[in-house]
Structure formats: structure tokens, C-alpha cells
């Protein structure tokens, strides 16, 4: 268990939709990274976000936006689903810097 | 462009074997190499963690080395058990303004064991 949660571990949606990831960090972890792995494709970096504070962006849509709150739990919004955004989305928290990053154990979202 | 390249795409060696997995990777700027093992449907583990001035970093049975000239790494594990059955995936650091945040990620080695 890393200590990393997220909810719901899976979510079924129609195209057009919207959803929100939620993920708590490790206690203690500032920093929080939001992936998107595709089927039989590598994960792809999508967001940063420390001490409530957008970081780094990566490939990450416009229909997609996140955000860390006061207690640093942070959200993934998904808008104007389409079926090629179906895949295991991963958020990791580090205590910043070039630290180790421990990830969840995703969601699988399914758009149908 | 940024990118991590692994090989082989998937490995079966049978139980008690060692094993060699090979990551190439162009990463700009560079700040460290990374290996994780993914078990299918889960988040993926951190095993090693280079900087560019470290050649080898060991974590059990696994070794990582580096080479920052040639821009190659690999994952030596050695005496294979059936639960070392996973995707183990190169990712390598980019150096933004103190952000980690640009990792690049290999697609993995998908290595079974067998009994």
C-alpha cells in the first residue's frame, strides 16, 4: 500500500460526460502528479501540482483541468468525454523535488 | 524529442534465471533515471532512482546501471522468482526549474517468469 488513495477505482460514463477523479496524497507529500496510461501505451504525464500550486503541465487536454485544495487533495475534471479518453488514470505525491513518487492504484474510466 | 526506449517488449525466462532489461532514452535536460515495476492494473512501484552521476543504484535483487554518455540503462534482477512477473518501465527525469514534473515514460518490458 503506498499511501496514495483514489476514488472511485472505476467509473463508467457516456461520450459527451463529465467526471472528477479525486486522490489524497501521502501524508505529508506536497506534491501531486496526475498520469494517463492508455491501452499498451506508456504512461504520459499530464499535471503537477505542489502545495496547492500548478507546477508542470504535460500532455494534457483543455478538456481537462485538476486542482490540489488547502489539505492537498487534489481533483482530475474530465469534460467532453470521448471514448479515446478511456484509460487508467494515476495520480502520485511526492514531497517534492526529485523525491520518489508513489502512485495509486488509479481509476479505470470507461467511455461508452 | 524527448523519449525512453526499451527492449526487449516482453521477456519469459523460467524461475531462478537472471535477466537483463535495456532502456535508451533522449531526455533534455537530463536529470535522472528512474525504473518501476508495474503489476497489471496497479500503480507502478519506484525500484531505483539515478542522478546523472551515479552508474549503478541496487534495491534487493534488482541493479540499475546508467551510463549518461551513451545514454543507456539497464535492470539486471537476479535469481528470477514468479513474483518479479510485471511490466518494468524506464522513465526518465527532465530538469524544469526544480519541477520533476516532466518524466517520459518507456512503454516496459512485460517479463514473466515461469516455474
Known amino acids: 500500500d503506498s499511501g496514495v488513495t483514489q476514488t472511485p477505482k472505476h467509473l463508467i460514463t457516456a461520450t459527451g460526460q463529465r467526471v472528477t477523479l479525486r486522490c489524497s496524497p501521502r501524508s505529508g507529500d506536497l506534491s501531486v502528479y496526475w498520469y494517463q496510461q492508455s491501452l499498451d501505451q506508456g504512461l504520459q504525464f499530464l499535471i503537477h501540482?505542489?502545495?496547492?500550486?500548478?507546477?508542470a503541465k504535460g500532455n494534457i487536454l483543455e478538456r481537462f483541468s485538476a486542482q490540489q485544495f488547502p489539505d492537498l487533495h487534489s481533483e482530475l475534471n474530465l469534460s467532453s468525454l470521448e471514448l479515446g479518453d478511456s484509460a487508467l488514470y494515476f495520480c502520485a505525491s511526492s514531497e517534492g523535488g526529485y523525491n520518489e513518487q508513489f502512485f495509486g492504484p488509479g481509476t479505470r474510466l470507461t467511455v461508452l | 524529442k524527448n523519449q525512453v526506449e526499451q527492449s526487449p517488449q516482453s521477456l519469459i525466462i523460467l524461475e531462478g534465471k537472471n535477466c537483463t532489461l535495456q532502456c535508451n532514452y533522449t531526455v533534455s535536460p537530463f536529470s535522472n533515471l528512474r525504473w518501476y515495476k508495474q503489476d497489471t492494473g496497479r500503480g507502478p512501484v519506484s525500484l531505483t532512482i539515478m542522478t546523472f552521476s551515479e552508474n549503478t543504484k541496487s534495491n534487493g535483487r534488482y541493479t540499475a546501471t546508467l551510463d549518461a554518455d551513451t545514454k543507456q540503462s539497464s535492470l539486471h534482477i537476479t535469481a528470477s522468482q514468479l513474483s518479479d512477473s510485471a511490466s518494468y518501465i524506464c522513465?526518465?527525469?527532465?530538469?524544469?526549474?526544480?519541477?520533476?514534473?516532466?518524466?517520459?515514460f518507456g512503454k516496459g518490458t512485460k517479463l514473466s517468469v515461469k516455474p
Open positions: 501540482y505542489y502545495n496547492g500550486e500548478e507546477r
Open positions: 522513465v526518465g527525469g527532465a530538469n524544469y526549474g526544480g519541477s520533476q514534473g516532466n518524466l517520459i
